[in-house]
């Protein structure tokens, strides 16, 4: 008798108590929060690709590269921040970093292009299971900086762009596409498995 309810309330509380270890968090326990600063703290000198790599995606080039800030993400780089400084993070710190990713997915993107202003008009979509979702913050770099990438590439300049979606439409285990649309209709595309991160 005793095994007939047993395994239904062990099957309940199993499903009620665990957390999905491998997705993006959209809201972070305080559980979270400590691993994102440990994260942060623990790998202060390392270089920041490393530092950021699960949350990158590099373009087919090799060069252009994007990156999801996640309420995880953005913690633990602060940490990094203050452990350079020699200082932990306030509490108010900890409150407010996560806020900027609030219902939101944010993405930095890297973009090379051949002026100071190759990306002022360039567009993103976020592709999740086929269908495109419209940024809701579309900031594009208009005046890129001045890069150097060797003689493989004739491009010049390095744009930082930033392109901010809501998230109440997408799974926080999904797979998502960021496409960065230029005016003349070139498409870089960059693959997130948001599965695979924190």
């Known amino acids: 008798m005793i095994r007939k309810f047993l395994f239904p309330w062990v099957v309940f509380l199993f499903f009620a108590f665990s957390e999905k ?10 559980e979270q929060i400590r691993q994102a600063i440990e994260y942060g703290e623990n790998n ?39 452990a350079l400084e ?26 090379y292009g051949n002026s100071s202003d ?19 913050i579309e900031q594009n770099d ?13 491009t010049s300049y390095r744009a930082i762009c930033k392109y901010d979606f809501p998230n109440y439409y997408v799974e926080s285990d999904a797979e998502v596409i960021l496409v960065v649309i230029s005016p003349t209709n070139k ?7 948001l599965g695979e991160m924190r």
Do not use: C
Not at 23 to 30: E, G, M, N, R
Not at 89 to 109: C, G, K, M, N, Y
Not at 142 to 154: D, E, M
Not at 187 to 193: D, I, N, Q, T, Y
């Open 86 to 111: 020699s200082r932990r993070l306030t509490q108010a710190e900890i409150i407010r970093f996560p806020l900027e990713v609030e219902d939101s997915l944010s993405f930095h993107v890297i973009l």
């Open 21 to 30: 270890a491998n997705a993006v968090y959209y809201s972070l326990s305080d």
């Open 118 to 136: 190759f990306a002022k008009d360039y567009h993103a979509v976020l592709l999740y299971k086929n269908k495109p979702i419209q940024p809701i």
């Open 44 to 82: 202060k000198g390392t270089d920041y690709f490393t530092f950021l790599d699960e949350w990158m995606t590099v373009a087919d080039d090799g060069y252009e590269w994007a990156a999801l800030n996640t309420k995880f993400s953005i913690l633990a780089y602060e940490a990094k921040q203050a």
């Open 187 to 193: 498409e870089r595309r960059f693959f997130f498995k």
């Open 142 to 154: 208009t005046h890129a900086k001045p890069a150097n990438l060797g003689i493989r590439i004739h």
